[in-house]
């Protein structure tokens, strides 16, 4: 079956540089969720997708801005990286299909591995 | 707000040891709950889930049931395997779609 696949993998930077996260969702599904993983913690929600359209928003800097395309890929930017920025960055996907019926199960994505400089 | 409390680790067992890793949870509404797995430098996988008091979710011999009452979705298993050394995180959503509230993972070791 397919799964979510995120690119790059694993992704270096140094401070003050930009970085672009892709994400695409299982086929199908309608919403799109990125998580932040910093060293041996818990995931951290950032922020989600219905539709293409900004559904919920968590923990994300201001440094950082998040689109869905019209083919359900989405993109997570990342502006004057920082240290702390240093994280495994998740993408989840989900069929949600708010208003008919839903399915709450969101299927991750390996990550991307960040590491900055 | 919504939290997920759960036991700290590192737990370490024995091959074909009972397995139990508490999870309490707080929330305003009627969450969904789920038990996530991540393996050494990898994703996270869905391990179980339950979406309504008294569910029990189960896969691969994990077992964990909604409990409303004391607002708890403990995981076991009977008999643990080297194979079922990861870190298990337990998590909310709620509502139901919206994003994952998760606890602060519990590492399992198990040694042959």
């Known amino acids: 079956a397919a799964g979510v696949i995120q690119s790059p993998r694993h992704l270096i930077k140094e401070k003050r540089e930009t970085a672009t996260l892709k994400c695409y969702p299982i086929?199908?599904?309608?919403?799109v969720y990125w998580y932040q993983q910093g060293p041996g913690q818990d995931p951290q929600f950032l922020i989600s997708?219905?539709?293409?359209?900004?559904?919920d928003k968590g923990s994300i800097p201001d440094r950082f801005s998040a689109q869905q395309f019209s083919d359900y890929h989405s993109e997570l930017n990342m502006s004057s990286l920082e240290l702390g920025d240093s994280a495994l960055y998740f993408c989840?996907?989900?069929?949600?299909?708010?208003?008919?019926?839903?399915?709450?199960?969101?299927?991750f994505g390996p990550g991307t591995r960040l590491l900055v400089l | 707000g919504n939290s997920v409390t759960q036991m700290e680790g590192p737990v370490t067992l024995s091959e074909e040891a009972f397995l139990t890793i508490n999870c309490t949870y707080t929330?305003?509404?009627?969450?969904?709950l789920f038990w996530y797995v991540q393996y050494p430098g990898e994703g996270l996988q869905l391990l179980l889930k339950?979406?309504?008091?008294?569910d029990k979710g189960s896969n691969k011999g994990f077992e964990a049931t909604y409990r409303k009452e004391t607002t708890s979705f403990h995981l076991e298993k009977g008999s643990v395997q080297v194979s079922d050394s990861a870190v298990y995180f337990c998590?909310?959503?709620?509502?139901?779609?919206?994003?994952?509230?998760f606890g602060k993972g519990t590492s399992l070791l198990v040694t042959p």
């Open positions: 989840a996907s989900s069929l949600v299909s708010r208003g008919v019926s839903y399915q709450e199960t969101q299927y």
């Open positions: 086929p199908r599904h309608d919403t």
């Open positions: 997708f219905y539709e293409k359209m900004q559904s």
């Open positions: 929330a305003t509404g009627y969450p969904s």
């Open positions: 339950a979406t309504k008091a008294d």
């Open positions: 998590a909310l959503s709620d509502p139901p779609g919206y994003a994952l509230n």
